[in-house]
């Protein structure tokens, strides 16, 4: 019995490395529960819950994504817009930007990470006049100024690249759309363009014959000077509208093929560029209605949007960057490898070894610099919000425009079609008065132009249609 106190107290329990580490584990979590790396948190959303004069799709929910391949029909416009994605510019610039942020991302994420390099180094010093030259030679791995993120630093610093990365690639997204939209629009300006040159040129012919008519009227005393002069009046006013849809149309054209990116020697013919059918019908049939959901389902899904959603989360990131520089930044130096007095002596055995040079750096007065930077990261943050929700009332503005637009529009139409039908009976009886000799040629005249005001006014309003869809289709990013 007296024996098992003394074999108790002679008994040694070795610290094991893991014991050894456990201060350095504990202040090591420590200083990481300190990061200042701050988590984005989104904004409540500034927009009513519903849209003006608009029932929101099915029980409420958002309507399923329209692609720009569901928007358009017609086939000639689908391979113009595949030209134009491949080809546009804009597009590729937009590309080559997402390129150029990925990078700057990749080098802001390597810098937590410490950088290995092989070095040679030597020197060669006197102490003093009569002393011997001393000479120092090391090769080896090295490791310089690798900072240890134990306040989020650079974990903050990391996420604000990301952030930037995700938002240049919501905004490759939102040039891509805007093309889309531009080339069709571009498109039926076409289309409207051509539409009205031959509504013009149908015009014209008509004037002219009734001109010729008119003038052997005249000549035989049928017809007085006056209706003579309204007529030719009526048949140059339509030479000069036709002139001007000829340069309407040709402006129209390059324009397209500007957002095409083919160069001009190259270009569509105008076969391709022309759709099948009659004119603002056919326009109509190539361009799909777009589905709208709720609000918030909407708008936050757009590319703008979300591209400045990660502008914000990128300036939230930067605050966390900005508190981080008030701790202290610690950094390691570190080296492995053979170091000797004689060039020829590196490598042997007996010259490697290490060495480690911590370095903790704690701001005590630096003028006020860190403090302005925390208050211009703090400002920049307030900015990215307000930018932000200025983002999202700007997009409800345009689909709230595009969706009125849309609704006005195709009231409007069905009033200018019962008008052109009731200026077509009165061209019509107007000629049968004429022929029985009730009426003077000047009432048929005055008929026609208002014809014409009225064709012209119902190609220009169904091409407006299809236009309000292209614009709603972009206020709403397909969505």
């Known amino acids: 019995m007296s024996d098992s106190p003394k074999t108790i107290n002679h008994i040694r329990i070795p610290m094991t490395r893991l014991q050894r580490m456990l201060p350095l584990v504990a202040t090591a979590s420590l200083l990481a529960a300190c990061s200042q790396f701050q988590p984005y948190q989104r904004p409540v959303v500034p927009v009513p819950g519903a849209w003006e004069g608009s029932v929101p799709s099915a029980a409420g929910m958002a309507a399923s994504p329209t692609s720009w391949q569901a928007l358009v029909k017609d086939p000639a416009l689908r391979a113009l817009l595949e030209k134009a994605l491949a080809n546009n510019r804009d597009a590729r610039v937009a590309a080559l930007q997402v390129a150029q942020v990925r990078a700057q991302y990749q080098i802001r994420d390597a810098a937590r990470w410490p950088t290995v390099n092989a070095g040679v180094t030597g020197s060669r010093q006197t102490v003093g006049e009569n002393e011997p030259v001393k000479s120092a030679y090391s090769a080896g791995l090295q490791v310089s100024g690798w900072e240890i993120d134990f306040f989020g630093r650079l974990e903050s610093l990391k996420e604000a690249a990301l952030a930037q990365y995700l938002a240049t690639e919501e905004a490759r997204k939102n040039v891509h759309i805007s093309l889309v939209a531009a080339v069709t629009s571009g498109w039926l300006n076409l289309q409207a363009s051509d539409a009205l040159l031959a509504l013009t040129q149908q015009t014209l012919a008509s004037r002219d014959e009734a001109l010729r008519l008119t003038r052997l009227r ?126 020829s002596g590196l490598f042997k055995s007996g010259t490697w070894g290490w060495a480690l040079a911590p370095q903790a750096l704690l701001p005590i007065w630096d003028a006020g610099a860190n403090q302005a930077g925390f208050d211009s990261a703090q400002a920049g943050r307030d900015l990215a919000v307000a930018q932000y929700e200025k983002a999202i009332q700007v997009a409800f503005k345009e689909v709230n425009d595009a969706l009125v637009t849309r609704t006005t529009l195709e009231a409007q139409i069905g009033a200018q079609q019962a008008l052109e039908a009731a200026e077509t009976e009165r061209l019509r009886l107007s000629e049968l008065r004429l022929s029985q000799g009730v009426a003077n040629q000047l009432e048929v005249l005055d008929a026609q132009r208002s014809l014409f005001s009225a064709q012209q006014a119902l190609l220009q309003l169904r091409f407006a249609l299809a236009q309000s869809r292209v614009a709603l289709f972009k206020a709403t990013a397909g969505l």
């Open 218 to 343: 005249f000549d035989n005393g049928v017809a007085s000077a006056l209706e003579w002069r309204q007529a030719q009046s009526l048949a140059e006013s339509a030479r000069v509208t036709l002139v001007q849809q000829q340069r309407q149309r040709a402006l129209d054209r390059n324009a397209l093929l500007l957002l095409i990116g083919q160069p001009v020697d190259h270009a569509l013919s105008d076969a391709d560029l022309r759709s099948e059918g009659p004119a603002g019908t056919a326009a109509l049939q190539a361009v799909s209605d777009v589905p709208v959901g709720l609000p918030s389902s909407v708008l936050l899904d757009r590319p703008d949007i979300r591209a400045a959603e990660q502008q914000l989360a990128a300036a939230n990131a930067q605050v966390g960057a900005a508190r981080a520089a008030f701790f202290p930044r610690i950094a390691l130096t570190a080296s492995l490898g053979s170091a000797s007095s004689e060039l």
